[in-house]
């Protein structure tokens, strides 16, 4: 099963019009930057954060965490505290060009066949490539013909992230105020949504355009098929 590990309206759209099943666990993470950390480790580390919150509860299922950043002059801009806020971030944005990162990380089971158990190791324990035991327990379990087929269950942890380049249009202070005051800024990353009523001033973009409504789709499908989750 697939848990996304986001409350974000636009993620479950994009996963849902993909034809992708899930189902949703959102997390509180922090989504504050650590002193000198640049956007895209940001981005990507809070992805990560997000993940693991959730699949340290659900183990034995795969978690998909994801957080969009914007940044324009190398300033992170996530979301608005407050209306001000969000007409600070649109005049950064506009006549500009702006990066939109999104961190993606998948978290979930893996499985492997185990080595033969050398003198000394403990039972029911693989041994990594510098010859050290890992420490986690395999599960035991013997085909028709009697052999061995034992396997590990380890978790794995797949961090990436996609860059788009969108430019803006100047924006008059009236229009900044007046797309404030339809609410649509306050809960998105660099306060507009290209999807709404924002994409009356976006020209162009370069990249993929899922990505700057919040999740990377095609990277996103090719993580989960690279790691049996479809």
């Not at 848990?3 to 189902?23: H, K």
């Not at 959730?54 to 190398?74: N, S, Y």
């Not at 590990?152 to 860059?163: G, I, K």
Request: overall charge negative; aromatic content about 4%; charged content about 25%.
């Amino acid at each position: 099963m697939l848990v996304l590990a986001s409350a974000s309206p636009r993620r479950q759209e994009l996963l849902r019009n993909a034809g992708i099943s899930f189902v949703v666990q959102p997390t509180d993470v922090p989504e504050v930057p650590q002193e000198g950390e640049s956007p895209k480790p940001f981005a990507e580390r809070l992805a990560r954060e997000k993940a693991l919150a959730v699949a340290r509860q659900r183990p034995h299922d795969f978690v998909l965490g994801a957080d969009t950043i914007v940044v324009v002059h190398g300033r992170i801009l996530g979301k608005p505290s407050d209306p001000a806020d969000a007409a600070r971030m649109l005049r950064l944005l506009s006549g500009r060009t702006h990066e939109v990162i999104t961190g993606v990380c998948l978290v979930g089971p893996s499985f492997r066949h185990a080595v033969e158990e050398p003198q000394g190791l403990k039972p029911g324990y693989l041994e990594d490539s510098s010859g050290t035991p890992e420490g986690v327990p395999f599960h035991n379990s013997l085909d028709e013909t009697g052999v061995d087929n034992r396997e590990l269950r380890t978790a794995f942890e797949d961090v990436r992230s996609e860059t788009t380049l969108v430019t803006m249009n100047p924006l008059s202070e009236q229009d900044i105020l007046s797309y404030i005051a339809t609410g649509e800024p306050m809960d998105k990353a660099g306060a507009y949504a290209i999807q709404g009523i924002a994409s009356r001033w976006i020209p162009r973009i370069e990249g993929d355009y899922c990505n700057v409504v919040g999740l990377p789709v095609a990277l996103v499908c090719a993580m989960l098929r690279e790691h049996g989750a479809i």
